[in-house]
């Protein structure tokens, strides 16, 4: 174990720097200047906007669930940084720990959906383009690795999205749209700020009527800020310096009158301090697609999807003594994982009054640990490895009927079968190889069938009501499993071998109204029950240095948890969403969501009951006020509210609550470059991200200000 040099950053940056030199020094030389600027982002009507996250493109309007669909302007309009930032202005979708993506570890950054969180292990699939986002291995998810400036549109699903994907939807769906060509253009941006915060991107885009495509890459670098609340700080308290690089392509053929073949591409390396010396870790991803879609002429569709992921995850954590002034290497992490999936939908939009779709999907992940712990004497003295295998098959078939002019019922069945095979946990001194344990786990199977109920009504021509009844199922993922890990506040955290899948009944009613074109009103009210939830259960806190079963050495002030399935946790609230458009430049945006959610059962720990759940405010709000007209000025205010929350199981660490206000403006200077410029978090409020059961508290980032220049030549 060695101490990073903090310079150790810029040795990649070479490597980053030149994505974007290979990216763009081609396409400068075009005759691109010949060409008409693009049009400016127009505003989309909500019920317009067709979205493919039920894997059946639909109108926003048609569905029976509440959908949130981020179109390109609001990605302009949003101070936010990266594709996380964007989201946690989104009603109803939270973060286990909403730091920015530039300074957060990994597994802080799992997604939650309507209070079903709290863990790393993400309860929500991430998409992009229909290729899987969250690690093979992990579940969480890495958000820089999609550069912002290739996105379309995100579509979010809350709940009922379990017979469309699976085991991983079990909170809901967000779905990364990226660009598809359409003519040849360039562009790139460059800002910087606070912190020593550099990010570059560029994207060269090609396309006529029978191919297009893109290719896209950014590197970003900043210095970062400590994340120690500033009353805990101590030597060892430094800031959390992040850098990338990102490069991504994606190409489209019309290969005949029905026949449409496409393919992407994505690599990501990424390097992180983790607020400490000795705390780092590094990722190297990749993942490739290729599909076809075949359209019938009776208007039919068959698409086939196949990708595969590959990753090296090296992360190091250290044991920090009580006044934060030394620490030691308490554990060495290696984790290389890979996955592959497949999927064949079959999609018939105009039988009779029925649009059938019939699909089948496949999952298969494996993954690796090695870790090396007890540091003594200047050298790590034990090896563990584990590591496992986990396939996942799912069949489903939805159907949506035309009942008259005004209803629509929906209707939906998913058969999901799952193993867990060849698992396996291995200890060994390093000095003298001994075997201490040598376990193989049983490998564990089983099925089971999902339903999707709903309905829309278009009441009249200003108001619709909607509402669905699900179920669905998660499996474990191969983290939560097999591999125990150490966490900041010297937090010990058990793996179990023997948990059983979650699963999830629930339900939503929403109203939507549209008295006039400019206003738009979404209330949904929902209610959901996740059975057999798993979560970090709280075993014992230590008093005194000593061993705690099953977690071994605890230091003191340090907790043992264990994986395990608690019981039951119910999520009950109200999302209120309403867009104001008074004249065409101008846009008031509010929306709010109201969403309890606790344990009401918990067989053996009859202290849990009535707990909330760690990491689900009960309230969070966001306000947007702003002028948007992209030919001359922009500016738009955002203000964001996150309730208090849980940092644990057993309800002892709260995280306050906090107020967030952010500014950006833009100018576009000529046709084709534009300044712009933001503050983030205006008042330099110290806002609690975790608050562990020891009151070791992180913060959020404090007043960061960015700005920069973006060129747009051609499509």
């Keep these: 174990m060695t101490l990073r040099d903090p310079r150790s950053g810029w040795r990649k940056a070479p490597r980053a720097a030149l994505f974007l030199l290979g990216l763009s020094t081609p396409w400068l030389a075009l005759p691109l200047a010949a060409q008409e600027p693009a049009p400016a982002d127009s505003v989309v009507s909500l019920g317009e906007l067709i979205i493919s996250a039920l894997r059946s493109p639909t109108s926003v309007g048609e569905v029976p669930v509440n959908v949130t669909t981020v179109t390109r302007e609001e990605l ?31 597994s802080w950054q799992a997604v939650t959906l309507r209070g079903l969180g709290g863990t790393a292990a993400s309860r929500t699939l991430v998409l992009v383009d229909g290729v899987l986002l969250n690690d093979p291995y992990f579940g969480w998810v890495r958000w820089s690795q999609v550069p912002v400036e290739v996105i379309e549109r995100i579509e979010i699903v ?24 359409g003519g040849a253009g360039f562009s790139a941006g460059a800002q910087g700020g606070s912190q020593s915060t550099f990010r570059g991107d560029a994207m060269a885009s090609f396309g006529d009527d029978r191919i297009g495509g893109y290719v896209a890459g950014e590197f970003f670098d900043s210095g970062g800020y400590i994340l120690t609340e500033p009353g805990l700080r101590g030597p060892v308290d430094i800031p959390s310096a992040s850098n990338h690089g990102a490069l991504r392509a994606k190409v489209e053929l019309q290969a005949g009158d029905r026949l449409r073949i496409h393919a992407q591409g994505n690599y990501f390396d990424q390097d992180k301090d983790n607020a400490t010396p000795l705390r780092n870790n590094t990722t190297e991803a990749g993942f490739g697609q290729i599909g076809a879609t075949l359209t019938g002429s009776d208007g039919s569709a068959l698409t086939l999807n196949a990708f595969i992921q590959s990753q090296s995850y090296v992360n190091s954590f250290s044991s920090v003594d009580g006044t934060r002034g030394s620490e030691q290497p308490s554990i060495s992490q290696d984790v290389p994982s890979s996955g592959i999936g497949a999927n064949l939908v079959w999609q018939k939009p105009g039988l009779g009054r029925h649009a059938l779709t019939l699909g089948a999907d496949l999952l298969s992940a494996t993954g690796d640990a090695t870790e090396q712990f007890l540091f003594d004497d200047g050298a790590f003295a034990r090896q563990r490895e584990t590591g496992g295998d986990q396939t996942l098959y799912g069949f489903f078939v939805q159907d949506r009927i035309q009942v008259g002019d005004r209803w629509q019922l929906y209707g939906g069945l998913r058969l999901d079968v799952w193993r867990n095979s060849a698992g396996s946990r291995h200890i060994f001194g390093i000095a003298d190889g001994n075997v201490l344990t040598d376990d193989t786990f049983e490998d564990r199977s089983g099925t089971q069938l999902s339903h999707n109920l709903g309905f829309l009504h278009d009441a009249s021509d200003a108001v619709a009501v909607r509402g669905s009844f699900y179920s669905g199922l998660r499996v474990p993922t191969l983290n939560e499993l097999y591999k125990p890990f150490r966490a900041a506040g010297n937090v010990v955290n058990e793996s179990n071998e023997a948990l059983d899948p979650e699963r999830v009944l629930g339900a939503e009613l929403g109203l939507d109204l ?37 977690c071994g050495f605890v230091p003191a002030g340090g907790v043992c948890r264990r994986r395990d399935n608690v019981g039951t946790l119910r999520s009950l609230g109200l999302e209120t969403e309403v867009e104001v458009r008074p004249a065409p430049a101008w846009l008031l945006a509010v929306n709010h969501q109201f969403n309890p959610t606790e344990v009401t059962d918990a067989p053996g720990r009859p202290d849990l009951i009535g707990n909330e759940v760690q990491g689900s405010p009960t309230h969070r709000a966001m306000l947007r006020v702003g002028h948007i007209d992209p030919t001359t000025l922009e500016v738009v205010v955002t203000g964001r509210y996150l309730g208090a ?11 306050d609550a906090s107020f967030l206000l952010d500014l950006r403006v833009r100018r576009r200077l000529t046709s084709r470059l534009s300044a712009f410029a933001s503050v983030q978090n205006i008042f330099d409020t110290i806002a609690e991200m975790s608050h562990d059961a020891n009151d070791f508290v992180r913060v959020g980032a404090p007043r960061t200000f960015v700005g920069g220049m973006r060129v747009r030549f051609g499509g």
């Excluded at 809350?158 to 967000?174: D, E, H, K, Y």
């Excluded at 929350?645 to 995280?655: P, Y």
């Design 76 to 106: 302009r309009l949003s101070a936010a940084q990266t594709l996380q930032d964007v989201l946690q202005e989104v009603p109803g979708l939270n973060f286990r720990f909403p730091f920015q993506a530039g300074v957060a570890h990994p």
């Design 158 to 181: 809350r709940g009922g999205a379990t017979v469309s994907w699976g085991s991983q939807s079990l909170a809901g769906v967000v779905h990364v749209i990226t660009r598809s060509g």
């Design 514 to 550: 549209q008295p006039d074109p400019s206003v738009l009103i979404r209330l949904t009210g929902f209610w959901a029950r996740v059975s057999d939830a798993i979560t970090d259960v709280t075993i014992q806190e230590a008093e005194t240095s000593g061993v705690i079963q099953p």
């Design 645 to 655: 929350r849980f940092d644990n199981d057993l309800n002892t660490g709260e995280i």
